[in-house]
């Protein structure tokens, strides 16, 4: 094939001496060309090299990152949960300082309640204590009161009885 097309090309040109000049720009041409593929071929692998070594870099870094990443994660997951534990233990003994105050202030309050209901029967029983002897009185005036006015075999009015009572 590349004979046919070489022989297409000495006609074209036009006769014979040209054609080894033709063959020889075409040779150069051919091996300029392919210096220039060897040329981008080695750049080309060399870039990949280089391409492969960076991604083969940077996985290991992402590895390494990820793996920090999971340890701080593991680490604020710690310290939050810390954290929400001493906020409940906090809250819980809040609650039960709560719970034993109201608990002190009802017993406080039922002492009280009875303090408050012994000060009333302490009063109710020194009123009647009063009362006794405000009665007890009344009652030894009434009888000196029946026993000097109203003898049963004195039968005079109380007017009658006021003026005997005058001339003594």
């Not at 701080?72 to 939050?80: A, K, V």
């Not at 929400?84 to 233990?89: A, G, I, Q, R």
Request: proline residues 1%; hydrophobic residues 40%.
């Amino acid at each position: 094939a590349f004979f046919l097309r070489q022989s297409r090309l000495v006609l074209w040109m036009g006769g014979r001496g040209n054609t080894i000049n033709l063959f020889n720009d075409v040779n150069r041409w051919i091996a300029i060309t392919s210096e220039e593929l060897e040329v981008l071929r080695g750049r080309h692998r060399r870039s990949a090299v280089r391409r492969k070594d960076n991604i083969a870099e940077l996985e290991g870094h992402l590895a390494g990152d990820v793996q920090e990443r999971k340890k701080e994660m593991n680490d604020f997951s710690l310290e939050i949960e810390q954290y929400t534990l001493k906020h409940f233990e906090v809250l819980k003994e809040e609650l039960i300082e709560v719970d034993l105050a109201q608990k002190a202030a009802e017993l406080d309050s039922a002492d009280t309640e009875h303090q408050r209901k012994q000060r009333q029967l302490n009063r109710l029983a020194a009123d009647l204590d009063v009362m006794n002897m405000a009665l007890s009185k009344v009652a030894s005036q009434m009888v000196r009161f029946t026993d000097g006015c109203c003898q049963p075999d004195d039968r005079r009015s109380p007017r009658s009885w006021q003026m005997a009572q005058a001339k003594k």
